[in-house]
């Protein structure tokens, strides 16, 4: 009977933001059940106690399966590299389109009610406007953010078709970790400034490269939008009361309106840490470039010689239409939200 449904499947969960919204439910007393293909995910992010299905949203059949007793679905599964989607674009069709097809499908035909998805702020492109709000033209420049908006399009569809509520929550840069320390499972090789930023403070890496420094922006360097992973997660606990109890779609922005650039999180780390650490500036390097080096291998000394590179200077290419002012946190008229998001404190930021 649907009264007895209750579990929160939560696909991804095993991921970096997935076990910590895993983490939210279990502390508010939901019952969340992770499924996850384990590809970026990790087992030191599998809460004790917490039932996890190892499985892949490329199979039916075994999304089927992990449909008994689900009433809602927190879908976080993704590849979600920008620079890569761009390269490998059939990977991520498969994975974030196909994947989120297959789990839509299962999801009505096992009659789950509830759907929160992943989205990213990457579906807006080049800001037009800011600060951005959900209004906004979406015009992804990446492929990676066309496999998000095409999702949310698919969940305008399958609300009206099928009546699967749906809130896709487009976040910005999800930063920190756990504040308890009870989750402790950190990126691989990480691509963002933060864990570079740490990597570097704990010896890993040699320095921070700064990528542009003559944005319009307080102190030249480019300003992002950096929100707490454990505010992104209880966001995602009232974005599901929010479809229970209002009956009625979401889609909303998830930022905290305090953007801080590559210089004062290197200053906020310094601070923090007590410790100096060697940084260089140097010029952004646009996406065209990249694009050159990739087609035809030239320049051969470009310093984007390896993928790390090409990401990061990707999203910095991405950025520089975006630098001069900062993100917030935007109520959409259309979508009448009451979602709050509680920015934890900067220091939070910097802990492992
Ligand atoms: N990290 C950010 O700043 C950010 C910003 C905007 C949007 N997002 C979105 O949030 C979601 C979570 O991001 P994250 O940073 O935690 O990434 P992550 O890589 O840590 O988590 C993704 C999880 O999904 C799993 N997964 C991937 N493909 C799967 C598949 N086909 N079947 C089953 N499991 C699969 C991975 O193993 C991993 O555990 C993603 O959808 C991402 O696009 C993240």
Not at 60 to 72: F, I, N, R, T, Y
Request: charge should be negative.
């Amino acid at each position: 009977m649907d009264s007895e449904k209750k579990i929160v499947l939560v696909v991804g969960g095993a991921g970096y933001i997935g076990s910590h919204v895993v983490k939210a439910l279990r502390d508010a007393g939901k019952s969340p059940v992770v499924f996850d293909n384990m590809s970026s995910g990790l087992q030191e992010n599998l809460l004790p106690g917490i039932p996890f299905i190892k499985g892949d949203t490329q199979f039916p059949e075994q999304l089927a399966s992990a449909m008994k007793g689900v009433d809602s679905i927190i879908h976080m599964a993704a590849l979600k590299a920008a620079g890569e989607s761009m390269t490998e674009p059939e990977k991520y069709a498969e994975n974030n389109i196909s994947g989120t097809i297959n789990l839509l499908n299962a999801a009505t035909a096992a009659k789950v009610k509830y759907f929160v998805f992943s989205s990213s702020a990457a579906v807006y492109g080049e800001p037009q406007y800011l600060p951005l709000d959900e209004s906004h033209p979406t015009t992804p420049i990446n492929f990676y953010g066309h496999t998000k908006l095409a999702i949310e399009n698919l969940l305008h569809w399958y609300s009206q078709l099928k009546g699967l509520r749906f809130s896709s929550l487009r976040y910005f840069n999800a930063a920190g970790y756990d504040v308890d320390g009870e989750l402790n499972g950190l990126e691989h090789k990480p691509n963002n400034l933060l864990p570079i930023v740490l990597e570097t403070i704990v010896g890993r890496r040699e320095k921070v490269e700064v990528f542009g420094t003559d944005y319009d922006t307080r102190d030249g360097s480019c300003i992002r939008d950096y929100i707490h992973v454990s505010d992104l997660a209880d966001a995602h606990l009232k974005a599901l009361d929010y479809l229970k109890h209002e009956n009625q779609d979401l889609v909303i922005n998830l930022g905290t309106s305090k953007g801080l650039s590559v210089l004062e999180i290197i200053q906020i780390a310094r601070e923090v840490s007590g410790q100096e650490f060697n940084y260089t500036l140097g010029h952004a390097v646009p996406v065209i470039r990249l694009l050159f080096w990739q087609k035809l291998n030239w320049p051969q000394n470009c310093s984007a010689g390896d993928q790390n590179t090409v990401m990061r200077t990707h999203s910095a290419g991405n950025n520089s239409a975006g630098l001069s002012a900062e993100f917030v946190v935007f109520r959409s008229p259309n979508h009448q939200t009451h979602l709050i998001i509680i920015p934890i404190e900067q220091l939070c930021v910097f802990i492992f």
